[in-house]
Structure formats: structure tokens, C-alpha cells
């Protein structure tokens, strides 16, 4: 079946320890997100990628990082130098480069990693 | 700076009631507005508005947007258990990014 996954489900981190969520989708979509929600928030992106290779940052990047090598995968690492990375993470893919989203409403989700800081 | 504003944040209904989710947004270049259910984890794709006073509509809910006014309503009527969740308005607008707004949690009670 086609979809994204998203690994680990559930994580718990010390202060000053980076963590990477992985994020892998086996639609050949073109672009993929990031997203972060608080609870009782909406979603707020914190980096995109149209192509492999390249990324953007959204509203929220400071404190994380990503790499795009492949078009199948698009890991986040949450640094350190994020000062309150309690959240759940989201992450996303659409057919075309960004527009298709729009256009169509295609924007598919994974299930999500709930990252803990203790 | 794009802004989508949800209302109510929340709201409480019994089983057989008619509720009407509120979305109001504030972007440069509106390209659309969408609508998605998220249950426990990942948001599902539920309606996509592109023309005002053009109904959507998929069993129970209908949705529809005034691109004067600029806001979308969700209409979910004879609600079940099972609409339970968090509803998230996003709009599309310029850069093609989508801007979400902050849900709304309904809980439906038998």
C-alpha cells in the first residue's frame, strides 16, 4: 500500500540531545513537509522540500534541521537549540511540487511522531 | 502575515445534533480553502473550496465558502459518535504553502 510512515511513534529525549524523526513515502510525490502541533493548535510548518536535494524553511525552522537526499525520505532532526520541542510532529507529502496541494487538497499525512522531552 | 482564525475551539454536542464549524481567514492571493479531520493522529482530507456559494457536500457534511466575507463554514448535521475529533481549516494562498488554523475539538456524546 502506498503512504507515508513516520518512525518513531513515540519518543522521549533528555535536554540537550538531538533527535531525528524519519519520514518515508513510497507515493513518488514530488514535495514534502514538516509540520508541528501544539496541543490545541493547528499545524505550523517548520521546513518543505519541492525536489530532492533543496529545502525551504517555513514559519517555525529554528532549533531543526532536514535533508532531502531522496525523494523517498525527509528526516527532521530536532537540535538542541530548539528551546521547547514537547510537540507532535507531522509529516506530508504532495504530487507536484507544492501547487498540487492547492489546487487539488492532496496533501496526505503521516500518522505522526509525539516527541517528549523529560 | 497569512492568518486562518477557527471557532468555536471547542464544542460538546449529543448524538442527532446539527453543528456549524466556523473558519475566517486573512491571506494575500486566496487560492483555496480546505478542510480536514483529524481523529487521533494523521489529518484526513475532507473538503477543498475554490468558489464562493458552491456547496460541498459528502453525506452528513457540507461546507461552503464566501470569498467576500472571507470565511468557510463546516456543517456536520445528525452527528454520530464517530464525528468526533479536531477539525483544521487550512487555507492555500500565495507561494503555494497552505496556512492551517488552530482546529476545532468537537466531541459528540450519545
Known amino acids: 500500500d502506498g503512504g507515508i510512515t513516520q518512525s518513531p511513534k513515540y519518543l522521549f529525549r533528555k535536554e540537550g540531545q538531538n533527535v531525528t524523526l524519519s519520514c518515508e513515502q513510497n507515493?513518488?510525490?514530488?514535495?514534502m513537509y514538516w509540520y508541528r502541533q501544539d496541543p490545541g493548535q493547528g499545524l505550523r510548518l517548520i521546513y518543505y522540500?519541492?525536489?530532492?536535494?533543496?529545502?525551504q524553511k517555513g514559519d517555525i525552522a529554528e532549533g531543526y534541521s532536514v535533508s532531502r537526499e531522496k525523494k523517498e525520505s525527509f528526516p527532521l532532526t530536532v537540535t538542541s537549540a530548539q528551546k521547547n520541542p514537547t510537540a507532535f510532529y507531522l509529516c506530508?507529502?504532495?504530487?507536484?511540487?507544492?501547487?498540487?496541494?492547492?489546487?487539488?487538497?492532496?496533501?496526505?499525512f503521516g500518522e505522526g511522531s509525539r516527541l517528549t522531552v523529560l | 502575515e497569512d492568518k486562518v482564525v477557527q471557532s468555536p475551539l471547542s464544542l460538546v454536542v449529543h448524538e442527532g445534533d446539527t453543528v456549524t464549524l466556523n473558519c475566517s481567514y486573512e491571506?494575500?492571493?486566496?487560492?483555496?480553502l480546505l478542510w480536514y479531520k483529524q481523529e487521533k493522529k494523521a489529518p484526513t482530507f475532507l473538503f477543498m473550496l475554490?468558489?464562493?456559494?458552491i456547496e460541498k457536500k459528502s453525506g452528513r457534511l457540507s461546507s461552503i465558502l464566501d470569498k467576500k466575507e472571507l470565511f468557510s463554514i463546516l456543517n456536520i448535521t445528525a452527528t454520530q459518535t464517530g464525528d468526533s475529533a479536531v477539525y483544521l481549516c487550512?487555507?492555500?494562498?500565495?507561494?503555494?504553502?497552505?496556512?492551517f488554523g488552530g482546529g476545532t475539538r468537537l466531541m459528540v456524546k450519545p
Open positions: 507515493l513518488n510525490h514530488d514535495a
Open positions: 506530508a507529502s504532495s504530487i507536484d511540487r507544492g501547487r498540487a496541494q492547492v489546487r487539488t487538497g492532496e496533501l496526505f
Open positions: 487550512a487555507v492555500g494562498a500565495s507561494g503555494n504553502m497552505l496556512t
Open positions: 475554490t468558489s464562493s456559494g
Open positions: 522540500s519541492q525536489i530532492v536535494n533543496d529545502f
Open positions: 491571506v494575500t492571493n486566496f487560492r483555496s
